[in-house]
């Protein structure tokens, strides 16, 4: 029996791969810059480039926020109160 059902799908994976027909390349991979579906890719491209460069843009503007508002507005140092702090400045 596990000899039979193996033979039957050591044929069946035959048959299909026999009755595969050929890949053809789409036209950026065959070379044809110049067709509709390269413009397309080169769009969806650049578009997925200004979204991943605009997020790391938006992160890199919120560190510099709160590096400049740190820097701006001092925390007290645990234990002091926020006179002595401010004594300290004039």
């Not at 595969?20 to 579906?37: E, I, M, N, P, W």
């Amino acid at each position: 029996m596990n000899r039979r059902l193996s033979l039957l799908g050591l044929l069946t994976l035959a048959v299909l791969l026999a009755g595969v027909a050929d890949a053809s390349a789409c036209a950026a991979c065959f070379g044809k810059s110049d067709s509709k579906l390269a413009e397309g890719m080169n769009a969806g491209i650049f578009t997925l480039l200004g979204v991943v460069c605009s997020v790391l843009f938006a992160i890199a503007g919120f560190f510099a926020f709160i590096i400049r508002r740190a820097a701006t507005h001092p925390l007290p140092i645990p234990g002091e109160s926020l006179s002595s702090l401010e004594s300290s400045k004039a």
